[in-house]
């Protein structure tokens, strides 16, 4: 799902990915060039190998990549020359484990994963001479043959940036059969008689002899060391084989995806549910490995040191912030605390909590939203982590310029003294960080309460919470760039993508508010104006200015042919907005874009996106969305209810109890909502995640036409209502 991507459109910008839940390595057939993003599309008609990759988006790009590629007749390594035509015909593709025909040397590969390697079987059906190619990729590596032992060790020092000068991901890869012959090559030569090589780019190639059957492969690999990749390997895989670890592989896979169970016939949609949530499981990836003595140490990509402890990369919490992390403190809250661990860790590290790391700091995308993750955690029960230490990083993060701009806060200086980031310092998407950092001070303002913080703390990050106010242009009803002197622009010009803004335009970033929704609605002229400026959203055609940007970003393009107007669910800072009619007199248009989004957006295919995935956050809105509620607020304890897409989901929450979701009458007509009770007891709006994690039935009554509920002021959290309760 999603891999019919490109540079210029995405439907979701993924891969294969075969690997375990949040595992260190993922494997992929690679059927793009050494180092484009886009490894595997689904339009290629060859392969070029099978990679290892740790590549959480294309625009990132990978570290510590190596492949293999089976190849018979001449013996060939580059990459080009390797390559093989398949087909989808004879390709089998699933999160345990992958399979296909290659053509032109008429071998059948498959591998299966552990969580940091491999098994892999290659049928050569008899050919006359079977080969074995290792590429080591083309940003420095070192490969060793060991035909004694029938193995080869080896490493790469590939990256995308993010690494200290030490970076290495070491491998071992032990074969089932010995070398009938064995070469080292560098770029396209051969390099003699020597069987150990390092260079720009390096690789191996071993040969099993005429009529060789079949070969069995195994992997691992280490950020650490090579005795370390052969722990991993020893401990991980052993003495299975290539059955007995996809065995396990699916096992591991279906464990995870039972827990939650649902009951339909819409087998189409239950396609894309569990599509999405396989993604929702990937990413953030361990970064940590078990050594010698059974305890848990990670190289730090931070500062190249092997430390003890874990550590967790490959995400963008931009995106992931939204409700990725929301559902892992549903759904997976000791996973949650050992990424908070993690977070710790990298603070200690690095001196900066974590915005975009892979592995490391990544300058990427805007705000401070590593505060979210950690609030919404602790007011969510999670525990086993520092959180003094975390908040003391987070109110670093909130005071001082990191090293990296996607570190930190730019700006922070203007932001304190004018109450908002202007746009004509030379900080660039002012407006967009000016939202995103009165969010972050909502969540200070929320961990700062629940931890007691003195009282004149706990009011600065209340106060900044409402800077958003600041932003807002009247004469637009939206969120607009401010000069230094205060002035708004003179023209005004809602379409423009860029500039202001991140990846978006006013229309989207201007619902950029999920700690004061409520306080927005007032802003805009109260109840009815609020509704018409939501409506707009949808109605007004999809047009656009690019200019900021010089040409059609591939964002841009996904919202113009949704045929939604203006709405741009294919990237985030829009996606919770259809939620926000829960907030207003019409709820039920919440209802009905939701329904539409999630049939329209959304399918179990390869262009079955609307836009990139971004590790896991596009899927877990569908995730939400189909279970019938989404977490608009994170740190606010809160889901705000929508229109469940199944009759019923059986869930297996994390203390044993069992939530169960149903809604009557549901179907493809009956997307309104009529009554909601939990446990009986008729609800409003919004459900609390304490009320949801005792365990219990929430059971919906739909209808096929819109009900107006007598609960117009029963509204979720928003925090100008919480200060006129206080």
Not at 14 to 22: A, D, E, G, Q
Not at 579 to 594: A, R
């Amino acid at each position: 799902m999603g891999t019919q991507s490109s540079y210029s459109l995405s439907n979701g910008n993924t891969y294969p990915s075969v690997s375990l839940p949040w595992g260190m390595n993922a494997w992929s057939a690679q059927t793009g060039k050494m180092g484009d993003g886009w490894m595997y599309s689904y339009n290629a008609e060859k392969i070029r190998g099978f990679k290892q990759t740790h590549q959480p988006s294309p625009w990132i790009n990978d570290y510590g990549c190596f492949s293999l590629m089976p190849v018979s007749g001449r013996m060939r390594w580059d990459e080009n020359s390797r390559a093989s035509w398949f087909s989808h015909k004879a390709e089998s593709a699933h999160p345990y484990g992958y399979e296909v025909y290659l053509a032109d040397h008429h071998v059948q590969a498959a591998f299966t994963p552990t969580e940091r390697g491999a098994v892999f079987f290659f049928d050569f059906r008899g050919k006359d001479s079977s080969w074995l190619v290792i590429d080591a990729m083309d940003k420095g590596g070192y490969i060793k043959v060991i035909p004694k032992e029938k193995k080869i060790i080896g490493y790469t020092s590939y990256n995308s940036g993010g690494v200290p000068e030490n970076f290495k991901n070491y491998f071992v890869i032990e074969f089932s059969k010995p070398f009938a012959m064995a070469h080292n090559w560098r770029g396209q030569n051969l390099s003699g008689d020597t069987l150990e090589i390092s260079g720009k780019h390096v690789g191996a190639i071993v040969g099993f002899g005429v009529g060789a059957q079949s070969v069995e492969v195994k992997v691992a690999s280490s950020f650490i060391s090579s005795e370390q990749a052969l722990i991993n390997l020893n401990r991980e895989i052993g003495a299975n084989d290539f059955a007995s670890i996809f065995t396990k592989a699916k096992k591991i896979w279906n464990q995870e995806l039972s827990r939650m169970q649902i009951e339909d016939d819409n087998v189409d949609a239950i396609r894309t549910f569990y599509s999405c949530l396989y993604r929702v499981l990937l990413f953030p990836r361990k970064f940590y490995e078990v050594d010698a003595n059974n305890k848990i140490v990670h190289y730090s990509p931070y500062n190249g040191e092997v430390l003890p402890g874990k550590l967790f990369t490959d995400n963008g919490f931009w995106d992931t912030f939204r409700a990725v992390f929301p559902f892992f403190n549903l759904m997976y809250p000791s996973l949650n605390a050992e990424i908070m661990e993690g977070l710790v860790n990298t603070y200690k590290e690095s001196g900066w909590l974590p915005e975009w790391a892979s592995p490391g700091h990544r300058d990427c995308m805007i705000g401070s939203n590593s505060t979210s993750l950690i609030a919404d955690a602790w007011l969510k029960g999670v525990r086993g982590f520092d959180i003094e230490t975390l908040y003391e990083a987070m109110k670093k993060n909130a005071e001082l310029e990191g090293p990296v701009s996607s570190v930190g806060r730019r700006g922070i200086d203007w932001y304190n003294q004018l109450g908002y980031v202007p746009n004509d310092v030379g900080i660039n998407e002012s407006a967009a960080r000016t939202l995103e950092y009165a969010y972050a001070d909502f969540c200070l303002y929320q961990l700062s309460n629940a931890l007691q913080k003195p009282k004149e703390e706990q009011n600065r990050w209340l106060r900044q919470s409402m800077n958003y106010k600041n932003l807002f242009y009247k004469p637009n009803l939206l969120m607009a760039g401010r000069s230094k002197t205060g002035q708004f622009p003179n023209t005004f010009n809602p379409f423009k993508w860029g500039g202001d803004f991140t990846e978006g335009n006013a229309w989207h970033y201007s619902w950029s508010v999920f700690q004061d929704i409520e306080g927005l609605k007032q802003l805009m002229g109260g109840d009815s104006m609020f509704i018409a400026m939501l409506d707009s959203v949808f109605k007004m055609p999809p047009v656009f200015d690019e200019s900021y940007y010089g040409q059609v970003i591939h964002e841009i393009r996904e919202m113009q042919i949704m045929n939604m107007g203006q709405y741009a669910h294919g990237n985030q800072p829009i996606q919770h907005m259809p939620y926000l009619y829960q907030y207003s007199s019409e709820p039920f248009k919440t209802e009905y874009w939701v329904r539409e989004i999630m049939d329209r957006l959304y399918k179990a295919s390869p262009d079955g996106y609307c836009g990139d995935e971004d590790n896991g956050q596009t899927s877990a809105w569908y995730v939400f969305s189909a279970m019938g509620f989404y977490p608009v607020t994170p740190a606010s304890n809160q889901y705000v209810l929508g229109s469940p897409l199944f009759k019923k989901v059986a869930i297996l929450l994390p203390n044993g109890k069992r939530l169960t979701i149903t809604a009557e009458n549901q179907d493809a007509d009956n997307r309104y909502v009529k009554e909601v009770f939990w446990e009986g007891k008729m609800v409003s709006r919004f459900i609390d995640h304490q009320l949801l994690m005792k365990g219990g039935s929430l059971r919906f009554s739909m209808k096929a036409y819109p009900f107006f509920r007598n609960d117009s002021k029963v509204y979720p959290f928003s925090l100008s209502e919480q200060r006129l309760l206080k």
